[in-house]
């Protein structure tokens, strides 16, 4: 699948399960097992997976997403909340599963912003 996919019928696929990895308290992902090199996970978002999924199921729609597509999934979609650029990166291509991190407004692929119109 590529780009051109019909990309409201990927958003209707794809599930987000986060990363313990990301996460400094016990979550739907699993205990806590915060990385070094990770993007602390923002406590407030603290098992709302389903908000999340929402967040995701609209980069996509929008087609805030980037390749490769893996498996009819793109590997990373785009998301701004409250002014915070959000990264989701696809973990399963099998069963369309995400995972998700703040990023530094450094890190904002250019020509993103152009897809929240």
């Known amino acids: 699948m590529s780009h051109s996919a019909d990309l409201e019928d990927v ?7 986060g990363s313990a990895e990301h996460k400094t308290y016990p979550s739907p992902a699993g205990p806590p ?24 199921r609209e980069a996509i729609r929008r087609g805030c997403v980037g390749a490769p597509w893996e498996g009819g999934f793109p590997r990373y979609a785009w998301a701004r909340q409250d002014g915070v650029w959000y990264e989701g990166r696809l973990v399963n291509s099998g069963q369309g599963q995400y995972k998700g991190y703040a990023l ?6 250019s020509g993103t912003e152009r897809h929240l119109s």
């Open 11 to 17: 958003a209707g696929r794809v599930k987000y399960i």
């Open 33 to 56: 097992n915060l990385r070094a090199d990770a993007t602390k996970c923002d406590p407030a978002l603290h098992g709302d997976f389903e908000v999340l999924a929402g967040w995701l």
């Open 104 to 109: 530094d407004s450094g890190e904002v692929p």
